[in-house]
């Protein structure tokens, strides 16, 4: 692995913002670990930006080979922090996978992720799309236009096959809300059975974000649901089309975090206050003038160090655009947001929607009660630590007052039904009720069977 290492010159601390109030850090030399994906960048910005310096922390980015093996380096300490997918502090403080206190200062970003189908998949959907007047088709896409698709391939006994990135993953949880929305089972998870394929339509399995393309192209998996920019990279080698984006399948839904230990937040808590002001100044840069900055974020995240992808197929969808069928660009700019709608705020509420989706599936088993959901909320996601360090940046004069959510009760207002592709509402304060109100998947009193 090719590590980054922060090298502490005159220069740069000549060149950088005056430092108000520097923290008397309890650990200064930190090592984080990440993903090739293009919803790393704050870590990448606050590096090349030199905010982790201003902050006194000396820092080392390195980037990991799945999400599993990055889990298991926060776990074991040999990573002191990561970029991580937000349901695997969930799942690890429940005890579903591996058995592991992690908490999150900072939510990464919204939006980001797509569903790609291959070519041929395409050519098969296609008929049962309607389209605009211009003759393209018609978005969002509902995965009813797979629907047909699959049954053929269930008629002629062959498995319908689609890759996600883990099973805490929201892409798994994205691509099962958008399969079952489209009438299609996904599969369901129990205590004896962690394939996640009981009584599935469609089988899903794991793949790492960097190897989705090739995977795709050998026919392996017949579609996939990942981060950016691998969609774009299947347009790009003309092997599979982008069906939808997360943003129309839940406008402006939770992403990634950056989790650490709850031993190290306790044990280090100026140095997480400050490690998590450098990554809210990222943030900012990242969204600030209108994105006037995300050009330059494309070259920081093509270089091999970081996602290691062409400029051009980041740009794609870092830049307000994406393309789905080949040559139908539309405009997309909030597909990444870092920033802005309090993308960095760790919502309870956030939260609580993953735990959701763990107990629709069967990865929680058992019933648990509404109270439940948010004490397990509350144990992970830490707005405390973040508004402490937002506060500073405010005092600095390096953040804005009113860029931040001081009076949440930690719970965004409820997703309207417009805003999600089956028309069903989303209240994380009434998280049974929400599991009850979804068609397909396990009720409130529902156990998970194997």
């Known amino acids: 692995m090719k590590k980054l290492v922060f090298s502490l010159l005159a220069s740069t601390l000549l060149s950088g913002p005056a430092l108000a109030q520097m923290l008397d850090l309890e650990k200064d030399e930190l090592t984080f670990g990440f993903i090739k994906l293009t919803d790393m960048a704050p870590l990448a910005v606050a590096y090349e930006n030199g905010y982790f310096l ?4 000396f820092v080392t980015l390195e980037a990991q080979a799945n999400w599993k093996v990055l889990l298991d380096g926060v776990i074991g300490g040999q990573l002191d922090g990561a970029h991580m997918l937000a349901g695997q502090p969930l799942a690890a403080t429940i005890g579903y996978g591996t058995q592991a206190h992690i908490v999150t200062p900072f939510s990464m970003d919204l939006n980001g992720n797509g569903i790609t189908v291959s070519n041929e998949v395409w050519a098969q959907m296609k008929p049962n799309i309607p389209t605009d007047t211009d003759g393209k ?3 969002p896409i509902s995965a009813s236009a797979l629907k047909p698709v699959v049954e053929s391939y269930q008629a002629a006994g062959k498995p319908f096959n689609m890759g996600m990135v883990f099973p805490v ?3 798994n949880y994205e691509l099962r809300y958008w399969l079952a929305a489209g009438g299609l089972n996904p599969g369901f998870y129990s205590p004896d059975d962690t394939s996640g394929q009981i009584g599935a339509d469609v089988a899903l399995s794991v793949t790492p974000p960097p190897q989705m393309p090739a995977t795709l192209e050998a026919g392996t998996i017949n579609g996939y649901s990942v981060g950016e920019p691998w969609n774009q990279q299947a347009v ?5 089309v982008p069906v939808i984006t997360d943003y129309e399948l839940w406008k402006n839904n939770p992403e990634k975090v950056f989790g650490i230990t709850e031993a190290f937040a306790t044990e280090n808590p100026n140095t997480t206050i400050a490690l998590t002001k450098a990554l809210i100044r990222a943030a900012i840069w990242l969204d600030e003038n209108d994105n006037a900055n995300r050009a330059e974020a494309v070259e920081i995240l093509s270089r091999p160090e970081y996602v290691g992808a062409d400029q051009d197929v980041i740009a794609a969808s870092m830049t307000g655009t994406f393309e789905y069928e080949k040559g139908d660009i539309r405009d997309v700019p909030d597909f990444n947001v870092f920033f802005r709608y309090n993308a960095t705020y760790p919502f309870y509420s956030d939260a609580v929607w993953y735990l959701t989706q763990m107990r629709r599936w069967g990865q929680i088993s058992e019933p648990r ?4 959901f948010d004490k397990t909320a509350r144990s992970v996601y830490r ?3 973040y508004l402490r360090a937002a506060r500073l940046l405010v005092d600095e004069g390096l953040a804005s007052e009113a860029d931040f959510p001081w009076d949440s009760d930690g719970y965004r207002a409820p997703t309207p039904a417009a805003d999600v592709i089956d028309g069903i509402p989303y209240d994380g304060k009434a998280p049974n009720a929400y599991l009850d109100s979804l068609p397909i998947g396990l009720k409130s009193d529902e156990p998970a069977n194997g």
């Open 54 to 57: 201003d902050e006194g922390l």
């Open 137 to 139: 088709p018609q978005h």
């Open 169 to 171: 993953s929201t892409h």
């Open 236 to 240: 790009v080698k003309d092997i599979g």
């Open 369 to 372: 009660d509404d109270a439940w």
């Open 383 to 385: 707005p405390d630590i």
